[in-house]
């Protein structure tokens, strides 16, 4: 790497509103401490973060440059252009890892293309702690993002994917927009075989942490009131 250029640090973020040190290393704040340079996915959540974990840093002395889902791809050179002068930058998700199911895999891939050092922080990421607590196959596992809004699609989506844990015994991990998750619940019950495992991991590192696996027949039975709180989903037909 070349010694004159500054790192780009992955900074993971809490997954909820609790106390950052309580679940990442003391090593995320030292390294908040020194770096004044990031790339957000929210400016406002950002600043709140860096805020709440040193609250002696000055707001004025942050330069945040937003990345998402409107961020034009012509911009992102820009955002490293820091890096390239010397300056340390930090990549920050909204919540949890950055370039783990987050916009930010595409600043970690120019980062490797303009030679410039990539550094993974330790921090909490829902996909593999749902996994990690599942009791389902940690050996082979895929995530697949979001399913398929419409009905008809989605149903054929959760039969592949049941087909595929059962045929290559490999987890499939899924998520879905908060206000969908009982809906998506119920459809699991109906469309999967009724002894496929589902693992529900909810508000994970949160007060209100609620992780269950059961199969399809026994969700069924069961009541839990997943509305508006971050769920992972996980399916295997063993």
């Known amino acids: 790497m070349n010694p004159n250029k500054g790192n780009l640090y992955l900074i993971p973020t809490t997954l909820g509103d609790n106390e950052p040190l309580e679940v990442l290393p003391l090593s995320v704040k030292k390294t908040i401490e020194h770096i004044n340079t990031y790339i957000v996915e929210n400016e ?3 600043r709140k973060f860096i805020k709440k974990i040193t609250p002696k840093k000055p707001q004025s002395s942050l330069e945040l440059f937003a990345l998402n889902k ?75 993002g979001y ?28 998520i879905e927009t908060p206000y969908r998750n009982n809906k998506i619940l119920e459809d699991l019950c109906v469309i999967l075989d009724k002894n496929t495992n589902i693992c529900v991991a909810c508000d ?22 997943l509305h508006k709180r971050p769920t992972i989903f996980i399916i295997h037909k063993f």
């Not at 890892?97 to 293309?113: F, M, R, Y």
């Not at 989506?157 to 991990?173: A, N, T």
């Not at 994970?204 to 009131?225: G, R």
Request: one cysteine or more.
């Open 44 to 46: 406002k959540t950002a």
């Open 70 to 144: 409107y961020t034009d791809s012509m911009e992102l050179p820009r955002f490293l252009e820091p890096c390239n002068n010397g300056t340390d930058v930090g990549l920050m998700s909204e919540a949890g890892c950055p370039g783990v199911a987050d916009p930010g895999a595409d600043i970690v891939n120019l980062a490797h293309k303009y030679n410039i050092k990539v550094i993974p922080m330790v921090g909490p990421s829902s996909i593999l702690m749902a996994l990690m607590s599942s009791g389902m196959n940690g050996q082979s596992f895929a995530f697949n």
């Open 147 to 174: 399913l398929p809004i419409d009905k008809n699609e989605r149903k054929k989506e959760l039969k592949r994917l049941e087909r595929l844990s059962f045929e290559h015994k490999q987890s499939q991990i899924f």
């Open 204 to 225: 994970i590192t949160l007060p209100t942490e609620y992780i269950k696996t059961l199969t399809a027949s026994e969700w069924a039975k069961k009541k839990v009131d």
